[in-house]
Nanobody, 125 residues
């Protein structure tokens, strides 16, 4: 079973930046495609960005294009999310997860069923 540990969240002012990390551990047969998702109270978890096994292909939700960058370092079993130009509406708990598909326009990525604890991102106005 794969374990996921997110970190790097915090409180930042509007326009600021944060860098999230997700360490993948446990039974890893090969580098899985990964994604970042986020959730606010009362809302469903939504897809933010995905990356394929070697980092060669990425896919972003429209609301983060040009602001967020997903990347990975397979030597460290870590996936990153660099978040710039943060807005109050980016406030959420951010989760990473394996994805079965990267997603295409109109069809969001399919995450696995096992989630980590997430990391809170709060953007003050």
């Amino acid at each position: 079973q794969v374990q996921l540990e997110e970190s790097g969240g915090g409180l930042v002012e509007t326009g600021g930046s944060l860098s999230l990390s997700c360490i993948i551990s446990g039974r890893i047969e090969r580098s899985p495609a990964m994604g970042w998702f986020r959730q606010t109270p009362g809302k469903e978890r939504e897809f933010v960005a995905t990356i394929n096994w070697n980092g060669g292909t990425t896919y972003y939700a429209d609301f983060v294009k040009g602001r967020f960058t997903i990347s990975r370092d397979n030597t460290k079993n870590t996936v990153y999310l660099q978040m710039n130009s943060l807005q109050p509406e980016d406030t959420a708990v951010y989760y990473c997860n394996k994805v079965l598909t990267l997603g295409v326009p109109g069809i969001p990525p399919a995450p696995s069923d096992s989630w980590g604890q997430g990391t809170q991102v709060t953007v003050s106005s």
